[in-house]
C-alpha cells in the first residue's frame, strides 16, 4: 500500500458556495461535503475538487504575466463546442483560443473565480489492428 494516496484537488476562492456550483454543473458531480469555509464535490468517476474560502483570493492572470498560474486543470470532451456551450452557459468564459490540430485539440476557459481550466478533444479509439 502506498505512503500518501491520491486526494483532492482545493481551489482558493471567495465563494467556495458558487465556485462549487460551477463545477458540480460542469462535471454533474454531487456535493460530498461542506463547512462554512469548504464544499467537495465528486465527479461520477471519482474525480474530487474541493473549494475552500479565502476573502483575499485574486483571480490568476494567466496567459499575463503579472500573476503566476497557480493551478491548471485539464478535463475530456466528446464535443469540444457543445463543452463550450455549457462552459459559458454556467458562467465560465473562453480564453485565448487554440485549435490544435488532431488528437490533442483543446480549448482553454476561466472559471468564475478566474482559475484557467482547459478542455481537451478525447482521444477516438480504434480497435487495435493486426
Known amino acids: 500500500m ?3 494516496l491520491a486526494g483532492v484537488v482545493v481551489l482558493d476562492c471567495a ?9 458540480k454543473d460542469l462535471l454533474g458531480a454531487e456535493e460530498t461535503d461542506a463547512t462554512a469555509n469548504r464544499v467537495e464535490i465528486r ?3 471519482g474525480f474530487r475538487m474541493a473549494f475552500r474560502r479565502d476573502v483575499n483570493a485574486t483571480p490568476p492572470s494567466w496567459p499575463r504575466p503579472e500573476n503566476s498560474l497557480q493551478v ?9 463546442d457543445e463543452a463550450e456551450r455549457r462552459v459559458v452557459s454556467l458562467g465560465g468564459r473562453p480564453l485565448e483560443a487554440r485549435e490544435a490540430p488532431g488528437p490533442f485539440e483543446e ?3 476561466a472559471d468564475p ?3 484557467s ?5 478525447t482521444r477516438a479509439t480504434a ?4
Open 2 to 4: 502506498p505512503t500518501v
Open 15 to 23: 465563494e467556495p458556495e458558487k465556485l462549487a456550483a460551477f463545477y
Open 43 to 45: 465527479s461520477a468517476d
Open 72 to 80: 491548471h486543470l485539464d478535463f475530456l470532451a466528446q464535443d469540444l
Open 107 to 109: 480549448r482553454g476557459y
Open 113 to 115: 473565480a478566474g482559475h
Open 117 to 121: 481550466f482547459t478542455v481537451r478533444r
Open 127 to 130: 480497435p487495435k489492428q493486426g
